[in-house]
């Protein structure tokens, strides 16, 4: 098994993707530690995966001492701390950027870049001391082109490959390497509301070169692989993973000119 006795973070693993992940990781032999804010989730992730290797807390990654005594608590329990998974996260209510909300940026901005920073600063600090880790970002796609709607989540996302690249420079000597994933729109998680209605799914499909939204195993085969030491070679890298989404235009020049000879 890939990851046997490995000791595994990923922040809001208590559902959606994460918590796909947190079940994946436990399948090749991790001990697998989440957080999130909902007391609920805490105790249905806890019941779902009784007597297995795993720790949850009520901890929210915009809260810089609750971040260091989670990091704390991980080296108590388990002695160490392998592979980091960023992969809290909020988007916000989609507005044209002059309607945004100041606290819906504010938000936004706080957990995904603030409380990034946060828990890679605690569980990085312990990993410099052990002169080994391995740290995973969930980013995404729209941090890679404009999109209405999403303006502090794309700012939030590009914030977290920056960081990906500069602490792989700055931390590769102690033997922390660092990558992100830029996932397209998946089927699951934060989505679960949106792909229950077919036109949505439909929208989102046909936008996509491959004709079809991510699953969630899709993405979480890419963060186990990105987490091994297969890619270990790969720092400071954000892997796109979107189907082909952020590579073309809708009207490309070419076939606009052809429309003009018409
Ligand atoms: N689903 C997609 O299509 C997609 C695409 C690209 C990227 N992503 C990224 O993938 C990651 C996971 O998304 P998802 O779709 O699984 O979303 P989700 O179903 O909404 O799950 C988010 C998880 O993060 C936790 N969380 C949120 N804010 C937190 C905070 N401040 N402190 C601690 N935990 C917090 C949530 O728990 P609580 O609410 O209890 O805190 C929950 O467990 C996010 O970073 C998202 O931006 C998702």
Redesign the pocket.
């Known amino acids: 098994m890939r990851f046997d006795g490995k000791v595994v973070c990923i ?9 796909a992940m947190a079940k994946a990781f436990l399948e090749e032999g991790a001990y697998v530690c ?5 007391q609920e ?2 105790t249905k992730f806890l019941n779902e995966f009784q007597g297995q290797k795993v720790i949850a807390l009520n ?5 810089y001492e609750a971040m260091e005594s989670m990091a704390a608590q991980v080296i108590a329990t388990c002695g160490k701390i392998d592979i980091l998974i ?6 916000n209510p989609l507005r044209p950027a002059e309607k945004m909300k100041k606290e819906e940026f504010d938000t936004v901005i ?3 870049i603030k ?1 990034t920073f946060y828990a890679t600063q605690a569980f990085g600090k312990k990993m410099i001391e052990q002169k080994k880790g391995r740290i995973v970002s ?5 941090a890679l082109f404009g999109e209405k709607g999403f303006l502090p ?1 794309a700012i939030s ?1 590009s914030a977290l490959m920056l960081m990906t690249r500069a602490l792989a420079y700055e931390w590769s000597k102690y033997g922390i390497t660092l990558c992100a ?12 509301g949106l792909i229950k209605k077919e036109i949505f799914v439909d929208y989102l499909s046909k936008r996509t070169p491959i004709g079809r ?2 699953n969630v195993d899709e ?1 979480v085969s890419v963060v186990l692989f990105l987490a091994s030491v297969d890619a270990h070679y790969i720092n400071g890298e954000t892997i796109i993973m979107d189907g082909g989404i952020t590579g073309y235009t809708q009207e490309p020049l070419i076939d606009f000119i052809s429309k003009g000879k018409q």
């Open positions: 922040t809001g693993g208590t559902k959606g993707l994460g918590k989440v957080n999130g804010r909902t989730n805490i901890a929210d990654i915009s809260n960023n992969n809290a996260g909020i988007v706080d957990v995904n409380g969930i980013a995404s796609q729209v989540y996302k994933i830029a996932p397209g729109f998946i089927k699951g998680g934060m989505n679960e939204m991510a993405l």
